[in-house]
């Protein structure tokens, strides 16, 4: 038995299972290509003939999550932001906002500020960034 993945736009979209390349399914520029043997599943890319696995899902944290990875150094950012008017932005707007795209690049900018202030280690970044 053979695997088929049915090619659209570049990502496969399906996966079946029989003897022959399916002939359905073939409008426009969709395809069918014999997988037989690979590790290859809805999502994948196909390049030049070639497949790569999806992106990654982006890391989403809640404030809450961020603040329990913050610890005791949230005290200290809270402390910081009455004499540092960037932190004091920062954390006005980490107070009004719900849920944080680690992926976003302004995100990992305003996470990387608390670095360049002292305020928490390069190494605790990058676990609240999911890196």
């Given amino acids: 038995m053979n695997r088929w993945a049915h090619i659209t736009n570049n990502f496969v979209d399906l996966i ?17 290509v014999d997988v037989t043997g690979q590790f290859v599943g809805p999502g994948f890319k196909y390049f030049n003939g070639e497949f790569s696995p999806p992106d990654p899902p982006p890391v989403i944290r809640t404030r809450l999550e961020i603040i329990n990875l913050l610890g005791s150094d949230y005290a200290a950012i809270i402390t910081a932001s009455k004499a540092d008017v ?40 990058n676990n609240i960034l999911g890196l």
């Avoid at 079946?16 to 069918?32: I, K, L, N, Y």
């Fill in 86 to 125: 960037e932190v004091e932005i920062w954390l006005e707007k980490f107070r009004l906002t719900e849920s944080f795209d680690m992926s976003n690049q302004s995100v990992k900018d305003d996470i990387q500020l608390l670095v360049t202030k002292n305020l928490i280690s390069q190494q605790k970044a």
């Fill in 16 to 32: 079946t299972e029989q003897e022959d390349q399916p002939t359905v399914f073939t409008e426009g520029d969709a395809f069918w």
